[in-house]
């Protein structure tokens, strides 16, 4: 049994909002040591010195490896220093809205073992933008692209929310890799509301101004609950207002499991079913960057992935049951991928995979 398959036999006998908090402090405080301990720590890893498993984004950033973390574990950018220490391609923290904020009443959530999913109700709980961008400002990132998730908080009105977004990324984009509009997140009354192409306009039209001054990718990040007709339509918004891209799919809704979004296995087939729509709609009328998220828990799902023509990939749900290990899982498997392939860079092989993609879907 792995050290962490250890840890989390103690740690899911707990509450899981408790064996979070008290993770993330202990990460927080030894990330080096932690890192090494779990046999994760990069400098560590032995793999071929000819394989490049980087990726450069449209939007500048490279990633080191395809695959990052999600926003939604790390939400106070309190362990980043951790989390770039072992190997994620990139780390995207919060969300953080302008005002602290305590999040929906607890319990609020649930491990739904057998399925490998989550189902939460946080609510953006977080320590506001103040605290947060003190974190990220005295955190060592080791060189590796750190986003930042932007939310409203709830008791701004809708009317009212171009404004949070305003503060937000002001404070943010001079010490952020990229920055992500977050409208949807199930557990904010009111947010998906704004994933309407009016609402988005009057947000993006308020960060217009902001924009000129500061070169920060800006994403936007989609609902796996969407109509995929809207597609389009979103697609296009992105294009209008020059957005380094888009980001699909954030957790989805099953009433049937309770009030919350689902995270992990759950969300596997709707949140696979949504990229692969964004990824066609863009491949056909839009130049920007796409980050996928939402269900991917095995290799064969990032394969899949970059069949479809995406790139770069987050995982969360997956590394709160699995751990680092499935990030050393995972570089391994590539690496075997590469060479059965004769092929040196991971750009290389998502062009080749994409075209065996698309002869796949037009044969």
């Known amino acids: 049994m792995s050290i962490y398959n250890l840890f989390k036999r103690v740690a899911f006998q707990l509450d899981p909002e408790v064996a979070h908090n008290q993770s993330m402090a202990l990460l927080s405080r030894f990330p080096e040591s932690l890192a090494t301990f779990l046999g994760a720590h990069e400098r560590l890893l032995e793999e071929s010195q000819d394989l490049d498993f980087s990726y450069t984004l449209k939007d500048g950033n490279d990633w080191t490896f395809p695959v990052g973390l999600a926003a939604g574990l790390d939400k106070n950018a309190e362990a980043i220093d951790f989390f770039t220490s072992i190997p994620f391609g990139a780390v995207e923290v919060g969300t953080v809205t302008p ?153 989805t809704i099953r009433k049937d499991l309770g009030v919350g979004g689902i995270s992990g296995r759950l969300l596997k087939e709707k949140g696979r079913l949504m990229r692969r729509r964004v990824l066609e709609v863009m491949d056909k009328a839009a130049p920007q960057e796409f980050i996928g998220v939402g269900g991917i828990s095995e290799f064969s799902d990032l394969v899949d992935f970059w069949r479809d023509g995406g790139k770069v990939a987050q995982i969360y749900t997956a590394f709160i049951y699995q751990g680092p290990d499935l990030l050393l899982d995972w570089r391994k498997r590539l690496a075997s991928l590469m060479k059965e392939r004769g092929i040196q860079s991971f750009t290389d092989l998502c062009s080749e995979l994409a075209q065996e993609g698309k002869s796949k879907g037009g044969s």
């Open 99 to 251: 005002l602290p904020q305590e999040g929906n009443p607890k319990p609020r959530m649930f491990r739904l073992k057998e399925e490998e999913s989550l189902l939460n109700r946080m609510g953006f709980n977080n320590e506001g933008m103040e605290k947060i961008f003190k974190n990220l400002e005295k955190s060592d990132r080791h060189g590796k692209v750190v986003g930042v998730n932007l939310g409203k908080n709830k008791v701004t009105a809708a009317e009212n929310a171009p404004e949070d977004y305003r503060k937000l990324f002001e404070k943010f984009a001079p010490v952020s890799s990229y920055l992500v509009v977050n409208v949807s997140s199930p557990n904010t009354p009111g947010l998906r509301d704004l994933q309407n192409i009016n609402s988005l306009k009057t947000i993006f039209d308020a960060l217009t101004d902001l924009r000129k001054n500061f070169n920060t990718p800006l994403y936007l990040k989609i609902s796996p609950d969407l109509a995929l007709d809207d597609v389009p339509a979103i697609v296009e918004l992105a294009a209008d207002y020059k957005l380094a891209g888009l980001i699909a799919t954030n957790t």
